[in-house]
């Protein structure tokens, strides 16, 4: 992920399906798959306003359709933590319009399921960082 902001390229679909092992070892390389939704700005400080994605992986921003970068693909990032650690998206209902209300309204809850309880408070603040709201606040890829 890193290696694309380097080169302007937002994502746009990171998701579990897009991640891709070259193997089942602790020493697997991962690659990111699927750049069929990727655009290259042409300087850092553009943005885009294309509302593209995968329900459930979508930002606050693209799904409004605001003009966004760079922090759509760290929101992603947070979506694909979570589902790693409790087999959902963050903001998850299978209703769009109720989905999309959560992911605007809702506070990120993970003290509420099993799962997410059992979690570290290092980890809960990684979630609450990648998944804030507002993309200003999240960090660019080259910190975490």
Same mark, same amino acid.
């Given at each position: 992920?890193? #290696?694309?902001?380097?080169?302007?390229?937002?994502?746009?679909?990171?998701?579990?399906?897009?991640?891709?092992? #070259?193997? @089942?070892?602790?020493?697997?390389?991962?690659?990111?798959?699927? =750049?069929?939704?990727?655009?290259?700005? #042409?300087?850092?400080? %553009?943005?885009?306003?294309? &509302?593209?994605?995968?329900?459930?992986?979508?930002?606050?921003?693209?799904?409004?359709?605001?003009?966004?970068? @760079?922090? %759509?693909?760290?929101?992603?990032?947070? %979506?694909?933590?979570?589902?790693?650690?409790?087999?959902?998206?963050?903001?998850?209902?299978?209703?769009?319009?109720? &989905?999309?209300? &959560?992911?605007?309204?809702?506070? =990120?809850?993970?003290? #509420?399921?099993?799962?997410?309880? &059992?979690?570290?408070?290092? %980890?809960?603040?990684? =979630?609450?960082?990648?998944?804030?709201?507002?993309?200003?606040?999240?960090?660019?890829?080259?910190?975490?």
């Amino acid at each position: 992920m890193e #290696s694309l902001h380097e080169r302007l390229i937002v994502h746009r679909d990171i998701k579990i399906e897009n991640v891709l092992m #070259s193997d @089942f070892s602790h020493n697997s390389t991962l690659r990111i798959a699927d =750049l069929g939704s990727a655009i290259k700005l #042409s300087r850092p400080e %553009c943005t885009t306003n294309l &509302r593209i994605g995968t329900p459930g992986y979508m930002a606050p921003e693209v799904i409004r359709g605001d003009h966004y970068s @760079f922090p %759509c693909d760290i929101w992603s990032i947070g %979506c694909l933590l979570h589902v790693l650690l409790c087999a959902k998206p963050p903001f998850w209902h299978v209703d769009r319009a109720e &989905r999309d209300r &959560r992911v605007f309204k809702e506070e =990120l809850d993970l003290n #509420s399921n099993q799962y997410t309880a &059992r979690l570290s408070p290092e %980890c809960k603040d990684l =979630l609450h960082l990648l998944l804030n709201k507002d993309p200003v606040k999240r960090p660019p890829i080259n910190v975490l």
